[in-house]
C-alpha cells in the first residue's frame, strides 16, 4: 500500500508540473555528483553501453599501482560520438573508513576533497578511437563521458592497464581494402589481404570472416550493419506498433524516472554480443581471404563489407569495403532486314532450342509491309513471333507452305524465329542450300491486305495432249496480274533418279538452260484462273520433271508442287 501510494503521489508530481528533479540536476555544482548508481570500467573486458540522444554517460574506473601506462579504446555504433576522458587528482587519498551516510557514492566521495581535474583526451566522430599515454598519480579517478547528439546509439569501451597491444580487437592488415576480382551478371568475386592473428594455427579457431551485402552503402563497423539490418526488418512491424500502442501514465512515468536519473548500470557484456553474430546472415563465413557472391540480380550496384570477427572477446574490426555493379542480361542480336532482300535464315544443329531475331522498318506513310516464310525441313518446328515495342502482333508455326504475315501500323517490327528440333538432323542432298528457313520482307505500297494464293498448287498435265516432242500443262493462277516461269528437268531412261527441288528454293537456284518460258496470267474470277502452256522441243520417250514458280511483286517466289511427265515414244 505505501509503495503504491508513493507512486501516485509521485505520478501526480508529474502531471501538475513539479519540476524538482529537472532543477535539482540543473543547479547541482560541476563538482557535486547526484546519488546514482556508479559504472565502472573493468579492465581487460569489452563493455558495451547504450548512448541516450543528447544525455552524457559516465564511465569511472581507476588503475593499480606500480601502472605506468594505459589505453582507452571507444568504438561507436552507426553514429557520431563525443567522449572525453578526464583525471581527478586529490592531494590526499580518501579513508577507507567512511564517517558519511552510506548513500554516498565512491566518485562523490573524491569530490568532497581537494584536488585538480585534468582533460586528457577528446575525440568526436564515428570511427574507432585509441588513447594510448601515461597514468596519472596514484590518487587519481578517471571519468570517461560518452554522449550522442544525434539519435539513441551505443559504443563499446575497453580499458587496457600496462604498455603494449591490448589485443582486444581483431587486428587488420596493412592493405585492409576489399578487392573485386570479377564481376558478373549475378555473382561478384572479393578478395581481402588475410588477418596476421589467422595465419597463427592456434587462433584461426576463434576468428571468422563475414561478408555481408547491401543495396544502399558500407557500413563502417559490423554494430552499424547490425543496425541497419535491424532498422530495415523492424521498420514495417514500427509502423503497426505506433498505429497499435495504447498511451498510459505508468508507461511515460516509468519513462521520465529513468531518464532523470540516469542509469549508468545499462551495459551488455560480451557474452550478450557474441550472441548477436549468430543472427548475421553472412553470405560468406570461415577464414577464406576469398569470396563469391552469387544470385544477385543483374544490373544492380552492390556494397560489400568484410568483417573480421572475434568470437571469443566478442569483438570485430571492418575492412574498407567496396562496391561494384552487376552486368547486364545479354540481350540477343538483332539482325536489320533491308527491303526486299531474301534471307537464308540456318539454325545450329542438334536438339537444343535457338533462334534468330531481325527488325525491319518499313518505308511510306502507311507503315506496312509483307512478310513471307517457308521452311526447308518438314522435321523442323520453327515459331515465328512479330512484335512491336514490346506487344506481341502474331504468332505462328512454320512449315513447308508458305506463310504470309501482314505488318500494319508501327515503324518498326521485331521478327523472333525459333527452332525447336526434335529430330536427327538430315544430310542434305547434294546442291540443296543449306537452310532451314527462306524468308523475305518487303514494304507493300498501295496495298490494303495480302496478297491472295493459288487455291492449290498442284500441275496438271494433258496424256490426250501429250505427244513425242511436247506436253501441255495447266495450273491454277490468281486474280492479280503476276509472273509465272516454267522449268524442265530431264531424267534417265530408266526414270529412277530422285529429281525435283526443295520446296524453300527459288528460281534462283536453277539454271538458266533449265527454264522454258515465262508468261503473265491474270483471271478476276478465282474459279476460273487457269492457265496452260505447251512445253515443245522434248525427247521421244523421256520422262521430264516440270516445275512452276509464281513471281510476284512482293514476297518470295512460290514453287509449285513438281510433275513428272514422259513424253510418247512412238507417234
Excluded at 551495459?267 to 576469398?290: F, I, M
Excluded at 507493300?444 to 513425242?468: A, V
Amino acid at each position: 500500500m505505501a509503495s503504491m501510494a508513493w507512486h501516485l503521489c509521485l505520478a501526480v508530481s508529474l502531471l501538475c508540473g513539479t519540476p524538482w528533479p529537472q532543477g535539482h540536476s540543473a543547479l547541482a555544482p560541476e563538482n557535486e555528483v547526484p546519488l546514482r548508481p556508479t559504472a565502472w570500467l573493468p579492465d581487460g573486458k569489452v563493455t558495451t553501453m547504450h548512448l541516450p540522444k543528447g544525455r552524457t554517460r559516465r564511465l569511472y574506473f581507476t588503475l593499480k599501482k606500480k601502472v605506468a601506462m594505459m589505453s582507452v579504446t571507444v568504438s561507436p555504433c552507426d553514429l557520431p560520438i563525443e567522449w572525453t576522458l578526464e583525471a581527478r587528482t586529490l592531494k590526499d587519498k580518501p579513508p577507507k573508513s567512511l564517517h558519511w551516510s552510506t548513500k554516498k557514492s565512491m566518485p562523490e566521495v573524491w569530490w568532497r576533497g581537494p584536488g585538480t581535474k585534468a582533460k586528457i583526451h577528446t575525440y568526436t566522430g564515428n570511427a574507432m578511437n585509441t588513447y594510448t599515454g601515461p597514468s596519472y598519480a596514484p590518487a587519481s579517478i578517471y571519468i570517461l563521458r560518452l554522449r550522442s547528439k544525434d539519435q539513441d546509439t551505443r559504443a563499446t569501451v575497453y580499458l587496457h592497464e600496462g604498455s603494449g597491444t591490448s589485443w582486444a580487437f581483431p587486428q587488420l592488415p596493412s592493405d585492409s581494402h576489399v578487392h573485386t576480382l570479377g564481376v558478373g551478371m549475378t555473382s561478384v568475386t572479393l578478395s581481402w589481404a588475410p588477418s596476421a592473428p589467422l595465419k597463427r594455427l592456434h587462433t584461426q579457431r576463434s576468428y571468422d570472416y563475414c561478408v555481408l551485402v547491401n543495396r544502399k552503402h558500407n557500413y563502417r563497423n559490423l554494430c552499424a550493419a547490425q543496425e541497419g539490418i535491424r532498422k530495415e526488418r523492424e521498420k514495417d512491424k514500427k509502423r503497426e506498433k505506433d498505429k497499435q500502442r495504447k498511451v498510459t501514465v505508468w508507461p511515460i512515468l516509468k519513462d521520465w524516472w529513468w531518464q532523470q536519473w540516469d542509469a549508468d548500470t545499462e551495459l551488455q557484456s560480451p557474452a550478450a554480443l557474441r550472441n548477436d553474430y549468430g543472427h548475421l546472415q553472412c553470405v560468406c563465413k570461415g577464414t577464406e581471404s576469398v569470396c563469391t557472391v552469387s544470385e544477385l540480380v543483374p544490373d544492380t550496384q552492390y556494397y560489400f563489407d568484410v568483417f573480421l570477427i572475434d568470437r571469443l572477446n566478442g569483438t570485430s574490426a571492418a575492412y574498407t569495403g567496396t562496391f561494384a555493379q552487376t552486368h547486364e542480361e545479354a540481350r540477343p542480336a538483332i539482325t536489320p532486314l533491308r527491303e526486299g532482300e531474301l534471307r537464308w535464315v540456318t539454325f545450329r544443329d542438334g536438339g537444343s532450342t535457338s533462334g534468330e531475331i531481325f527488325s525491319f522498318r518499313p518505308r511510306g506513310w502507311q507503315q506496312s509491309g509483307l512478310l513471307t516464310l517457308q521452311s526447308c525441313e518438314s522435321s523442323e518446328k520453327i515459331n515465328i513471333t512479330v512484335s512491336s515495342k514490346g506487344k506481341e502482333l502474331s504468332s505462328q508455326a512454320v512449315g513447308e507452305n508458305l506463310a504470309q504475315i501482314w505488318l500494319q501500323g508501327s515503324p518498326s517490327y521485331l521478327i523472333h524465329l525459333e527452332k525447336e528440333g526434335t529430330a536427327a538432323p538430315r544430310q542434305a542432298a547434294p546442291g540443296v542450300l543449306k537452310a532451314s528457313v527462306k524468308m523475305q520482307v518487303s514494304s507493300t505500297y498501295h496495298r490494303q491486305g495480302i496478297p491472295s494464293l493459288p487455291s492449290t498448287l498442284q500441275i496438271k498435265s494433258f496424256n490426250r495432249l501429250r505427244s513425242c516432242e511436247s506436253v501441255t500443262l495447266a495450273w491454277m493462277g490468281t486474280e492479280e496480274r503476276s509472273l509465272y516461269c516454267v522449268y524442265r528437268q530431264r531424267l534417265g531412261k530408266g526414270g529412277g533418279k530422285k529429281g525435283g527441288t526443295a520446296p524453300c528454293l527459288g528460281p534462283e537456284s536453277r539454271s538458266d538452260t533449265e527454264r522454258v518460258l515465262c508468261k503473265y496470267f491474270q483471271e478476276l474470277n478465282p474459279r476460273r484462273a487457269v492457265t496452260t502452256a505447251v512445253i515443245g522441243g522434248l525427247e521421244p520417250g523421256v520422262a521430264y520433271i516440270f516445275d512452276v514458280y509464281l513471281m510476284r511483286r512482293w514476297g518470295i517466289p512460290i514453287k509449285y508442287s513438281s510433275k513428272t511427265v514422259r513424253t510418247r515414244k512412238e507417234c
